[in-house]
Every structure is written in C-alpha cells, then in structure tokens.
C-alpha cells in the first residue's frame, strides 16, 4: 500500500495564517469531516489539539465519538443525535427534523440563505425557533454556507446579506421566546479570506488548514502549505527494451530502452486511474502503462517514490478539485507524522 506522510509544520503553518483572520485560535473550527479530508481524523485531531484549537466539525456522530476528548466544542453536520455528550452539538438542517431531537439536545439551525441544498428556509425562521422552543431544545448558534464564496461574482456578497437579515431576526426571535445569547458562523476557508475583517463567532476552516486552497487570482491567499503528500515503496524494478509494452493492455511502449519500477499503491489505494494519462511526479518522474489496483509503474528505480505532495496537481489530471483526490485516500493508508 502507500503511505501518506502528514507534515505538522505545514499544517501549523496554515493555522497560524488562518488565526491571523480569526483573530483568535478560539474561533477556529477545523472542519474534520471525511477522515479530516482524507489527512486521517486521529492524527490531525491530536496535532490541532497541540496547536490549541479547541473546536471542530465533523459530519458523523462516529466521527465526533472519536474526537471527543481532544475539542471542547464539537458540531456535527448531518446527523440527528444518538450521542448524549455535553461537548457535541447538532445541526437542525430542515424543519421536520426538529421532532427528531430528544430533549436538551444542544442544536445549532442551519439556514438556507441561497445555497438551497441544506437548512431551513429564511422565511421560516420564526416557525423553526418556536418548534425548537417546543421541543425543549438548547438553541446555541444559528449559521449558514455560501455556495459561491471561492468564485469572483457578486453572488457571495448576496448570500451575506441574506445571513445579515437572519441574524437580526435571530436575534430579535432569541430575545422574544428567551433564548439565551446566539452564536452566528457563516464563513468556511474561502469566505474567511475575503472577509476583510472576519467579526463572526467561529469560521469553520477545512481546506485552508489542510494547505490546498483553491482561489482565483484576485482573491488568492499567499503562503499556505499542502500538509499531505502520498508516497510509495518499490516492488520491482525491470529493464525493458524497445518495443516492449508495460501493463494492462500493453498501453505504454518503450521508445528506447530504459529501467522501470513498480510501485506498491494503485487505485485501491484511492489514488484515480485516469491520472494514467500522462502523470509526472513532483520530480518530473513520469506514470507508464494502466494504474492497476495495487501496482503502478514509473520510469525509474528509485526505492521511494513521492506520488504527490499537492493535490491540487493531481486534480487537474483527473478533472477534479484537490477535495476529491484527498477525500478518495483510504483510511487504512499508514498515516506518518513528521
Ligand atoms: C465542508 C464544510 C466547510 C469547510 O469548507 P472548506 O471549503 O473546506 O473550508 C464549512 N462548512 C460546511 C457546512 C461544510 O460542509
């Protein structure tokens, strides 16, 4: 199998520039959804303990029972509640779940200010906050996503004024049916830096901290470092004379002769198979032949071989974003913090 090699001093890095926007590490909810994108949830978990972030959000209540004793504060995305744990906190994403919800559940709302995939529409606030009274449940926070915050249009700025009018009515329904203070969140990585001055209660930062932040020109952000690279172990190494074909299908076939290796990782390792079609490595090593499951082949004999070390490299190969690449990476990939 590969393995993956975690460099925590990229990842502080990144969290030392992501704080700069925060203004405080307090504010930083680290998003660990998917295996912390891929990275493994353990691993960085324990590494943003150490740095002193001291919140997370995750998808599952798995994921947040095994993170539970590194966070204070823990926000589960898309689950209803089976944990009974004082630190966790779910999200309400559509109207009729609020039943679903035992009583003293601490919840956050989600509202749908334009991205209409999850959360409840802004013209049911007042419903929503009455059947959460009804229910018994703790109401902490009340936040939304943007759907266009890495994109250069105007639609980001729309979609902030929607929240801005929910947070007043939020506020105004909190003091009504006696809530206690509300928390307001809205940005993830790409709308906390075009934030010019971030004045919410939390951003929830996934990519940026995982340093392959994916921006326009205009509103790029310098000085983030991709805190993953996937590596592999050689199996064998070949002469192959001209003519000769290498793999599946015999797809590749030696111009001249030449040394090639096979290395031990492959699209069971969640690495793409259309990369076949022309990949180089960070050292200009080039890809030959199919990548099979387990075995892909490079022109070269070295013992180790450094598959990737961004992914937003790789993405452009396989026609995707660098979320993708890293969210494929199985988790029983060896994870090595250095
Ligand atoms: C995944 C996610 C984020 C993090 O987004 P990034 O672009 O990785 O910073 C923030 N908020 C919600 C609701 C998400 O689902």
Redesign the pocket.
């Known amino acids: 199998m590969a393995y993956i090699i975690l460099n925590k001093n990229h990842l502080f890095n990144n969290l030392d520039i992501i704080s700069k926007s925060t203004k405080t590490r307090d504010k930083i909810a680290l ?1 660990l ?1 998917d295996n912390a ?1 891929g990275h493994g949830l353990l691993e960085i978990a324990l590494m943003a303990k150490e740095y002193g972030i001291k919140r997370a ?1 995750v998808r599952t209540s798995k994921e947040a029972e095994a993170v539970e004793d590194f966070f204070e504060y823990i926000l589960v ?1 898309a689950e209803v509640p089976i944990l009974a744990s004082d630190k966790i906190r779910y999200t309400i994403n559509d109207i009729k779940s609020i039943d679903k919800f035992p009583t003293g559940t601490k919840v956050e709302l ?1 509202v749908d200010t334009g991205m209409h995939r999850n959360g409840i529409d802004m013209s049911r606030l007042k419903e929503a906050f009455i059947k959460i009274k009804d229910a018994g449940l703790l109401l902490e926070a009340v ?1 939304t ?1 943007y759907r266009s915050a ?1 994109e250069l249009t105007s639609e980001w700025f729309w979609q902030k004024e929607n929240f801005k009018k929910v947070k007043e009515i939020s506020r105004m329904l909190a003091d009504e049916l006696g809530f206690d203070a509300l928390r307001f969140h809205s940005s ?3 709308a ?1 830096f075009r934030e010019g001055s971030f004045d919410e209660d939390m951003a ?5 901290a995982y340093g392959c ?1 994916e921006l326009p020109k205009a509103l790029c952000v310098d000085g983030f470092k991709p805190v993953l690279s996937l590596w592999a172990d050689k199996i064998s190494s070949r002469e192959l004379k001209q003519g000769e074909r290498v793999g599946y299908g015999g797809d590749f076939k030696a111009t001249k002769d030449c040394i090639i290796s096979n290395y031990n990782f492959g699209y069971g390792d969640g690495f793409f198979r259309v990369c076949a079609d022309g990949y180089k490595t960070p050292k200009g090593i080039k890809i030959v032949g199919r990548i099979s499951m387990d075995n892909s082949s490079f022109i070269t004999s070295d013992e180790k071989l450094l598959i990737f070390d961004d992914a937003r490299v790789v993405a452009k190969y396989a026609k995707t974003i660098g ?1 993708e690449i890293l969210t494929s990476l199985k988790p029983e990939i060896e994870r090595r913090v250095i």
């Open positions: 998003v959804k994108y959000v995305l989600k936040f996503h890495d993830n990585s790409a906390l929830r930062v996934g990519i940026a932040l979320y």
